[in-house]
């Protein structure tokens, strides 16, 4: 080693400071995509194990920092945080499910889970069989002896249909399946599925974890170590771990979590509330409503609040509701929710376009149906934004 290094070398070099014992009080961004170690054994044994850092497909600490928050909200033993919401969901099924498997799906489905499905059952076979999501006798009859997997929705998008969390899981349960539940409309503040017998939940931390509609990111935790430790390794075949920047952002959301999920509802249930009254909607999608299916099951299952979704089915038809969107101001036209700005959206022509007529009107979707994400505004401005664009 020459003692005095070439600048190139130095530039290369650089020393990381020594804290001197101080903490950081918020979680440091570790943009790094590897980890050296003193000792070639330890970074051998660091590259097989979940719990360690060695290179960023396999973990990172600020991801870990995200995954720890999670788990902790969620009740969870252990969680994976993934690139986006669709690659939790994607490598817990590749996990759970063979050529051949069956699972059991409610039909009021997220889009994309939909779509990949429905790729899953063209290209190796797994059978799928969709069921209402009304009562959990349906898990009984639908079961064959290749019946791997339950999956359901907390709350439906975007009619927000409420399901039963106990008693299903309590049915898929008894038939030794495993419980795989998207929790994303609820968030864990709304409902800890885990709590009620879930095996994994799922998020798409886009949206209400992460909340500032600024990251993409998924998470996915387990009841189980072993069955996290498996979805694990599956994930560095996959490549959907999250970057630590976007797991950063997420934490950074998490931390207003409560606060905005309050808003949320709030927000939400007022403007349910008014547009309920208005000659021009023919119906209102929101829990809170006492005509809504969901109503009770609601109370009991979300206690602390709905999250801040609700669906209009605007009176007219196909030319009225776009007309009705497009006078909307204040409020934008944009897919995904959860974040501080009010959405509204066709699922028709959105979300749920991988869906036939059929399979939409099934799930309560029609051409007049406008799913609204509302956000952290007053609520007399949003009110009277709806108000100018219906009148
Ligand atoms: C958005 C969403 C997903 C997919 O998440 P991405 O982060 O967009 O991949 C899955 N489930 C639900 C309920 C969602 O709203």
């Given at each position: 080693m020459p003692t005095q290094l070439h600048p190139e070398t130095q530039a290369i070099h650089v020393g990381i400071p020594d804290l001197g014992g101080a903490r950081p009080l918020n979680t440091p961004l570790y943009q790094t995509a590897n980890f050296g170690y003193d000792n070639p054994e330890e970074l051998a044994e660091a590259i097989n194990s979940p719990g360690s850092f060695a290179y960023l497909r396999n973990s990172n600490p600020t991801v870990r920092a995200l995954e720890n928050a999670v788990s902790s909200l969620e009740g969870a033993a252990a969680s994976l945080a993934t690139s986006s919401g669709m690659g939790a969901?994607?490598?817990?099924?590749?996990?759970?499910?063979a050529s051949g498997d069956h699972i059991i799906v409610q039909k009021h489905l997220y889009g994309g889970t939909f779509a990949l499905l429905r790729d899953l059952a063209a290209r190796y076979g797994v059978e799928v069989t969709y069921i209402d999501g009304r009562d959990a006798a349906e898990v009984t009859e639908a079961l064959r002896p290749t019946t791997k997997v339950l999956y359901l929705e907390t709350l439906s998008n975007p009619t927000a249909q409420v399901t039963d969390l106990p008693a299903f899981f309590a049915a898929g349960k008894a038939a030794g399946l495993t419980c795989v539940v998207d929790n994303t409309f609820a968030s864990p503040l709304g409902c800890r599925p885990i709590s009620l017998g879930a095996d994994v939940v799922v998020h798409s931390s886009t949206k209400f974890l992460s909340g500032h509609c600024d990251v993409l990111g998924g998470i996915a935790s387990f009841a189980d170590a072993a069955l996290h430790r498996e979805v694990w390794?599956?994930?560095?075949?996959?490549?959907?771990?999250?970057?630590?920047?976007?797991?950063?952002?997420?934490?950074?959301?998490?931390?207003?979590?409560?606060?905005?999920?309050?808003?949320?509802?709030?927000?939400?249930?007022?403007?349910?509330?008014?547009?309920?009254?208005?000659?021009?909607?023919?119906?209102?999608?929101?829990?809170?409503?006492?005509?809504?299916?969901?109503?009770?099951?609601?109370?009991?299952?979300?206690?602390?609040?709905?999250?801040?979704?609700?669906?209009?089915?605007v009176a007219g038809g196909r030319k009225e509701t776009l007309e009705f969107t497009r006078r909307l101001r204040l409020v934008d036209r944009a897919v995904s929710l959860g974040g501080f700005k009010t959405l509204v959206q066709q699922p028709s022509a959105t979300s749920h376009r991988s869906m036939d007529a059929e399979g939409l009107r099934a799930i309560g979707i029609t051409e007049g149906t406008v799913r609204i994400a509302v956000g952290l505004e007053h609520l007399d401005d949003l009110k009277a934004d709806f108000a100018q664009a219906l009148d």
């Open positions: 969901i994607h490598t817990v099924l590749h996990t759970l499910l390794s599956r994930s560095l075949e996959t490549g959907t771990i999250a970057d630590p920047f976007a797991a950063w952002l997420t934490l950074r959301g998490l931390a207003t979590l409560g606060l905005r999920m309050r808003r949320h509802h709030e927000n939400a249930d007022g403007l349910a509330l008014f547009l309920s009254g208005h000659p021009k909607v023919a119906k209102v999608h929101w829990p809170g409503l006492p005509d809504h299916p969901g109503h009770e099951l609601a109370r009991r299952l979300l206690p602390d609040g709905y999250g801040g979704v609700l669906a209009i089915d």
